[in-house]
């Protein structure tokens, strides 16, 4: 508890500054991907906002290595067009689940070539990069070094003939390029390769290790997730190893000392592991030139000697990239000994599964984003990702799950109180906030119910409880049928029609109150609700009986139709047999 309290306390007192793991080029992601990283951090960046906090959330495309190369030429591009395009369809997919980035950047722009080449130069002035001779496989047809997963070949332990040199997806064993029967190039198909020697420059890991492990037991409020794995990597076997940081490809940021040439490194990239985490920083710089800001705008936000001491960072990504997150990119900050703001917060998420298996980006298993748009408007998405997040452990979509969450939670509890209330309103009393009567003990219970339920949600939300949040906000939608059922006000009008009055215009304005406490997580219904109680003032509430009398009387109001339509068995059905294999 007292680490949500911190957290409720620097809200008002902190900048936010946001990132979300950036997805690869490689394809559209499925709804596992989305909301592993994207949407929590969309969720928490909404919330901060609407409490008056100063935001500053970045994400982007991470658009280098090999998957890139083989993807664009897959497609039949040049990589760099292919990337440019698939940035521009992740941005316009982003947008259509109102993920709310300042800034969508590219892991190839220029700002990350100069900032990427300035921390190799750092850590090589620091004595932390090593230079390691190889052996590497050399495609003499293709005339290039081939990283692992450009050579395929015949597994030697299942006999699967499309075993990569890194792994084999068929049985899943661990390989090296030299195990495979019968080696060829992923790029050309030759088996013309030879063994060669090269060279890489490694960044020394191990060096940092003791900084790293006091870093890590520093933060006593991180996702036991999180933190698990951290020290998993750091102490398990051999401990920390020291990282190949350059791989000889094409395509990616050139290996520079800062400025200046590298000896002997002429032909090699930076690997992307080492360049996608600097994204998150370089991102910013991207954000200020296309704001027209000046250079001090984004370092306010990074840099401890310009400003950003005032900064609360938080990381949102799956349990796959926690190794990168707390051990290498933090050893890549750590080891330029620059002033460089760290993160504070790592929210890690465990995986969704797909109805009993897993998502399958290669296989076409399961939902992507692109095509849960077109089934459905994002809020249906948004609320059952978050309400269901995989935060303590992994967790599985259903159709049936969908369905029901969808159903019960948006159709028949804020649904179905918006349009009982306004309907009612409309027929007994006109579209405006009536008057008459006063609010008595049952409402004066509502009210302090709702007071002691907000403490709760915002608490949960500082300390990006997800699921708790979302279960929180859910039960404050339900107080409100609870009440008209209660109360009955199409009862009470035959009697008093003046007490009825009063009870609908407590939950008219608990239309608003909902609307905005709604917001992060269903933003395009919060939006509409707001539109229908012709709301101007979405100033998030602190009072609860001040809010709940924000609409006064003769204020007008409009019917909507019906906000969240159900879905049917047939749709249901139809869903879920679409996308139980490859993709169409």
């Not at 590219?106 to 090589?124: D, E, M, V």
């Not at 084999?168 to 790029?187: F, G, H, M, V, W």
């Not at 395509?251 to 400025?259: E, F």
Request: glycine fraction near 6%.
């Amino acid at each position: 508890m007292k680490h949500r309290q911190r957290a409720q306390k620097a809200t008002a007192m902190t900048r936010h500054l946001i990132t979300s793991a950036i997805p690869y080029i490689n394809g559209i992601k499925h709804l596992g991907n989305l909301i592993g990283s994207q949407l929590p951090a969309d969720l928490f960046a909404r919330y901060q906002r609407a409490r008056g906090a100063e935001v500053l959330f970045l994400c982007a495309t991470d658009e280098h290595g090999t998957p890139a190369e083989l993807a664009a030429a897959k497609a039949g591009k040049p990589v760099e067009d292919y990337c440019a395009e698939m940035h521009d369809v992740q941005a316009a997919i982003a947008k259509g689940f109102r993920l709310s980035f300042d800034h969508f950047g590219r892991s190839s722009s220029p700002q990350n070539h100069t900032l990427t080449q300035h921390f190799a130069g750092a850590l090589q002035a620091n004595g932390l990069i090593k230079e390691v001779s190889e052996k590497q496989v050399y495609s003499n047809a293709d005339g290039r070094f081939l990283p692992d997963r450009y050579i395929e070949g015949t597994c030697p332990n299942c006999g699967y003939d499309k075993a990569r040199g890194d792994q084999c997806e068929n049985c899943t064993k661990q390989l090296d390029p030299t195990d495979l029967i019968e080696p060829r190039s992923a790029i050309s198909g030759s088996t013309d390769l030879e063994v060669r020697e090269t060279k890489h420059l490694f960044l020394r890991q191990s060096a940092l290790k003791d900084d790293l492990d006091a870093w890590i037991d520093s933060k006593t409020d991180w996702p036991v997730l999180t933190t698990s794995i951290a020290k998993k990597w750091l102490h398990d076997g051999d401990g920390l190893r020291d990282r190949g940081i350059t791989r000889d490809l094409h395509w990616g940021i050139p290996v520079k000392n800062g400025d200046q040439d590298w000896p002997g490194m002429e032909d090699k990239v930076f690997y992307v592991w080492f360049d996608a985490p600097i994204e998150y920083i370089a991102c910013a710089g991207e954000w200020a030139d296309a704001q027209g800001l000046a250079q001090a705008d984004w370092e306010r936000w990074w840099r401890t000697d310009k400003g950003a001491d005032d900064v609360r960072y938080t990381q949102f990504m799956g349990k796959d990239n926690v190794p990168f997150h707390t051990l290498s990119f933090p050893a890549t900050i750590l080891g330029s000994k620059e002033p460089w703001k760290m993160v504070d917060h790592l929210k890690s998420f465990n995986f969704l599964n797909y109805d009993g298996g897993q998502f399958s980006t290669s296989q076409g298993r399961g939902i992507f984003m692109d095509q849960a748009l077109e089934l459905l408007p994002a809020d249906y998405w948004r609320w059952y990702l978050l309400s269901n997040a995989p935060e303590s452990s992994d967790s599985e979509f259903t159709w049936e799950t969908f369905q029901q969450t969808a159903n019960k939670d948006l159709a028949d509890v804020l649904g179905n109180f918006v349009s009982r209330v306004t309907k009612f309103c409309r027929s007994k009393f006109d579209e405006t906030v009536p008057a008459g009567g006063a609010y008595g003990d049952v409402e004066a219970a509502l009210i302090a119910d709702l007071q002691k339920r907000l403490a709760q949600y915002q608490s949960h939300m500082d300390a990006i409880e997800v699921r708790k949040a979302a279960a929180e906000l859910r039960a404050m939608w339900a107080a409100g049928n609870e009440y008209l059922q209660t109360v009955a006000p199409w009862s009470t009008f035959k009697e008093d029609p003046d007490q009825a009055a009063a009870q609908i215009r407590l939950a008219l304005n608990l239309i608003r109150f909902y609307a905005v406490l709604s917001q992060p997580f269903i933003p395009d219904a919060g939006a509409d609700l707001l539109a229908t109680m012709n709301a101007t003032d979405a100033a998030w509430p602190t009072d609860v009986a001040e809010a709940l009398n924000a609409l006064g009387v003769g204020h007008a109001f409009t019917v909507p139709d019906v906000s969240f339509a159900k879905i049917s068995d047939e749709d249901r059905e139809t869903w879920q047999a679409r996308f139980s294999g490859v993709r169409t």
